[in-house]
């Protein structure tokens, strides 16, 4: 089996499974999962992992969509930046190419954040993110495009979340439009 279409496979096992793991639990296991794909060659097929000029230079494609998990691949444009933002809801990031800088952050009481670690990550590193502690931003530092698979527990399109400014500030909901490929 393609290596991609095994690791759906295990997500709908692990997802639907009668006995599901608790939401960090999952989010860990997957991330384990995720880190045997990525470290594979082209673990997505290559369409997956360009920008477009149609869309302002991102690169945002669902790989797979269901009712218990979306997996999607992500190319970061040379230098972008997604300030500080939320998931709601668990999820594993892995680094299929490049290197990109993560950072984690803490609410403060005044619905503003702060940093309080700090992540450069090569290809093969995974993050995962459980819903309390799912505040990050990420920073494509390198003069070339970075790729990632993202896995969350739900459908990221149209669901709100909450961004903040580089700095930390000015907390505003926001949901994320559609994939370039649906």
């Not at 692990?14 to 599901?20: D, I, M, P």
């Not at 690169?59 to 040379?78: D, E, K, M, Q």
């Not at 403060?108 to 090569?122: A, Q, S």
Request: glycine share 8%; hydrophobic share 35%; net charge negative.
């Amino acid at each position: 089996m393609e290596p991609l279409h095994q690791f759906i496979h295990d997500l709908r096992e692990l997802t639907t499974a009668k006995e599901r793991l608790p939401e960090d639990a999952l989010a860990t296991t997957v991330g384990e999962l995720l880190a045997e794909l990525v470290t594979r060659p082209s673990p997505i097929p290559a369409e997956f992992t360009v920008r477009s000029a149609l869309h302002g230079g991102r690169g945002r494609y669902i790989l797979h969509r269901s009712p218990t998990f979306t997996i999607s691949s992500i190319v970061w444009a040379p230098g972008e930046i997604a300030p500080p933002h939320t998931h709601e809801t668990w999820g594993a990031i892995g680094l299929i190419s490049n290197r990109i800088e993560e950072r984690r952050y803490e609410l403060n009481g005044d619905d503003t954040v702060r940093p309080v670690e700090h992540h450069r990550h090569d290809r093969g590193a995974v993050s995962v993110l459980i819903p309390d502690d799912d505040i990050h931003s990420m920073h494509n530092l390198t003069d070339t495009e970075t790729v990632e698979i993202h896995v969350y527990g739900k459908d990221l399109t149209g669901l709100v979340r909450r961004r903040w400014t580089v700095e930390g500030q000015d907390m505003r909901e926001f949901s994320s439009g559609k994939y370039m490929n649906c």
